[in-house]
């Protein structure tokens, strides 16, 4: 059923049924109508809408101020002969003032539901003033919202002018968000605006909107147990020709090589043997029951192989092949088949067009990527992909940075198996760390949600980068909330509900995810920097201030015991631009870190390196890797220099597995990045605890 827009007197009805304050209304159907409402609504002035328009001041549909019943049928008559009978049915409203604000909710048949506050009015698009979080809202999470608008000053008091009543407003959010949660049909609601009198007059909604469908909601994704498929003892490459420039070929000789330790067969109709090892003609003519069964095979054959591994009972499948949804509709169809002949076999399917999985603490490499001719680096980052490019080139980099990884996981198409069930699988997993998180797309936002609060509840720091930040066809929602809020902002506060920290770009995620593998997160805000430039200092401090990163000045007795280990004239703060002259002078800049830190005034340390050079860079180097584990608090690195200048210094940190970063403003937000993501582990423990 198409979407509907339902009758202001429903509009009311449901609203009435939550709570939320309305200003005084009635309709009526007929011009004829108009005078007697009038009088019967008993209030002056009154407002006179178009209630059959959606953005009615646009059309002249709304007039303000009417006093009088004659009045108010002539400006009705006018009204209805300009905009025509979609003006009906009309409007009489008492009128209100008050700070106009916007809330809203909008409903993605995948995200879920998402509520949406900013300063509203005609103008709701022009200011751009909203932030959106997922339903449901609590009163503290409505608080929240609210201050982190631009608009804040006005709800809160500004410029001598007393507050608004925001308790008021909370409610109203709160109650939104209660009636969304209980019928899935709404698919926008808007009430624009909504008027906020001074504090304890409370609010008052003067326009409203509800648009809704009665098609089903999506349908309930099933659930597996991934051990077998992400453990496997048992892998079986179907689609293994001679020919090893094909992905096949070169996917068994990748899990060969890195020395897989179980059982490894290859499957080609053309049997006989390969790299020493048999080579069956048929997935159904291995014997046993595989772990992982990896398809590279034409499209147009992998539902026979996918009935062969159901029959087989496998503890997974990945089909690297393409030729699905990404081609068109015929490819969307038979993708949809080849997920039902698994899903309803109890086979759990990684995509198709799927990059694939690799392990590195299990030697497990069952992916088509290009980049595996290296070795596996084995670390603390889970990385999980929409993009397959883009995740085998984060992927290598953080392993060339001897960083290293747990898993690299590309979703495919997700035609089954989608991000949250990796999630929350590695929620368990011992040797992640931290996750990264690449994302076109997210497939069911509540399960996604879960599956990050349970990996948050672990302990473990998660960071997104999403990737597709245009919204297109905005320009034909139904609701000033529809205009607002396309599914970047959806998918932008689903990942934060899910306890996440969105990064603005693919560095700061390789960076903050580096950062919180290798590092004790931060256990504040408080960063203490260390540089030997005055112009690092200024950017340094500019770039905190806008990311959240509190930079406070050093205590007296902090700067008492730092000034000895300083030049006369250097300027004894934070941050602390320490001169170039100790770059040379390795055992004096351990005294100057330990002075810093003793006190316990900070929770983090940036030391921002310029074109310092080998070989006392080198010694440097090794002075501060040795110090790291002595300060009690994470030691971040950074260098913006030619790499020609110091290579056996950038040796020295990348052995001991130290991420180094480079310019100051990228340092500042990776750290930045860290700090929020501890903050949102902190979060997470005190709801927990609740």
Request: hydrophobic fraction near 45%.
């Amino acid at each position: 059923m198409p979407l509907q827009a339902l009758p202001p007197a429903q509009v009311a009805a449901l609203l009435e049924g939550v709570g939320v304050p309305q200003a005084r209304s009635t309709t009526v159907d007929s011009v004829e109508d108009v005078a007697a409402a009038f009088t019967g609504l008993g209030v002056r002035p009154v407002v006179l809408k178009a209630g059959g328009l959606l953005h009615k001041t646009d059309a002249g549909g709304v007039v303000l101020g009417l006093r009088d019943a004659e009045a108010a049928a002539e400006t009705a008559r006018e009204m209805v002969a300009k905009v025509g009978p979609e003006a009906f049915p009309l409007l009489l409203q008492q009128q209100v003032s008050g700070l106009e604000i916007l809330v809203g909710a909008r409903r993605d048949p995948q995200l879920g539901a998402a509520l949406v506050v900013g300063l509203g009015g005609v103008a709701t698009e022009v200011h751009a003033d909203v932030v959106t979080t997922m339903a449901p809202v609590s009163p503290a999470q409505a608080l929240d919202a609210l201050r982190r608008l631009r608009a804040w000053p006005l709800l809160d008091g500004f410029r001598g002018e007393a507050g608004r009543d925001v308790s008021a407003l909370v409610d109203t959010i709160v109650a939104v968000s209660r009636l969304v949660e209980a019928d899935p049909g709404i698919v926008e609601l808007d009430l624009n605006p909504v008027m906020v009198g001074v504090e304890g007059h409370g609010v008052v909604v003067v326009d409203a909107r509800i648009i809704r469908t009665d098609e089903p909601a999506p349908a309930t994704r099933p659930r597996h147990d991934l051990d077998r498929m992400l453990r496997p003892e048992h892998v079986v490459v179907v689609g293994v020709s001679d020919d090893e420039h094909k992905v096949g070929a070169r996917l068994f000789r990748y899990l060969d090589d890195h020395g897989f330790p179980g059982r490894l067969d290859a499957v080609h109709p053309s049997g006989g043997e390969i790299r020493g090892r048999r080579r069956y003609s048929s997935l159904a003519e291995v014997d046993g029951s595989p772990d992982l069964v990896c398809v590279t095979v034409p499209g147009r054959f992998v539902p026979d192989v996918a009935r062969q591994a159901v029959e087989k009972k496998v503890g997974g499948v990945i089909v690297h092949s393409s030729d699905f949804a990404e081609v068109g509709d015929a490819g969307r169809a038979a993708q949809e088949e080849l997920a039902r002949i698994l899903v309803e076999g109890g086979v759990p399917l990684a995509g198709p067009n799927d990059m694939g999985i690799v392990a590195p603490y299990r030697e497990l490499t069952a992916s088509i990527s290009g980049g595996l001719e290296e070795e596996l680096v084995k670390g603390g980052v889970a990385l999980l992909s929409s993009s397959g490019a883009l995740g085998s080139c984060l992927g290598t980099r953080l392993m060339g940075e001897r960083i290293g990884l747990s898993y690299w996981i590309h979703a495919g198409n997700e035609a089954d198996l989608v991000i949250a069930d990796y999630l929350e699988w590695l929620a368990g997993d011992e040797e992640t760390r931290s996750v990264a998180l690449l994302l076109e797309d997210i497939k069911d936002g509540p399960r996604f949600i879960a599956a990050g609060r349970r990996m948050a509840e672990a302990g473990k720091p998660m960071f997104a980068y999403n990737m597709v930040r245009s919204d297109r066809g905005r320009e034909a929602a139904l609701s000033h909330t529809g205009a607002m809020v396309g599914s970047f902002a959806v998918r932008e506060a689903v990942v934060e509900a899910a306890g996440m920290v969105s990064v603005p770009s693919l560095r700061v995620l390789e960076d903050a995810v580096a950062l919180a593998a290798q590092e004790p997160l931060p256990a504040g805000d408080r960063l203490v920097a260390v540089t030997f430039s005055g112009g690092a200092c200024s950017i340094i401090a500019d770039e905190g201030e806008v990311a959240g990163i509190e930079l406070p000045d050093l205590s007296e007795e902090t700067r008492d015991a730092v000034r000895p280990h300083v030049p006369s004239y250097a300027a004894v703060r934070n941050p602390l631009d320490c001169s170039y002259q100790m770059i040379t002078q390795p055992e004096a800049f351990e005294r100057l870190l330990l002075a810093l830190t003793e006190r316990g005034e900070y929770d983090a340390l940036l030391l921002q390196f310029t074109t310092n050079a080998d070989p006392y860079a080198a010694k440097l180097a090794e002075k501060v890797v040795e110090m790291r584990r002595r300060l009690g608090i994470p030691l971040y690195i950074s260098r913006f220099g030619g790499e020609q200048l110091a290579p056996n210094a950038l040796a020295v940190y990348r052995e001991a597995g130290v991420h180094v970063l480079d310019a100051p403003d990228r340092a500042t937000l990776a750290i930045a990045a860290v700090m929020a993501g501890a903050r949102q582990l902190r979060r997470t423990t005190v709801s927990a605890a609740r």
